[in-house]
């Protein structure tokens, strides 16, 4: 059985341009494994923005939620990053 499948894609002339440009410098064997390295990077991405949110932003939601008085007001955020941009 084949684990691989021909498609047919449609790129903006500057990505297509790019993807030719990265076989003819010799980076990548075909056009195919630089869309396949693209899609490697995608998913690499993917994973690591799922596993911020799950481990990062869910339980910090879940904090603000049981305590709200942990919040700041937006005067407060701008007051910090006022104080942080000054030390800059």
Known sequence: MR???QMSITLPSD???MVKAKVRAGEYASESEVI???LRTL???DRVVESWLHNEVGP???ALK???ARGL???QVRARLAVEHSKK
């Open 43 to 45: 998913i690499a991405r």
């Open 60 to 62: 910090a939601y879940d």
């Open 73 to 75: 007001t937006a005067d």
């Open 36 to 38: 396949r390295d693209g």
């Open 66 to 68: 049981a305590d709200p």
């Open 3 to 5: 684990t691989t499948r």
């Open 15 to 17: 990505m297509a341009d």
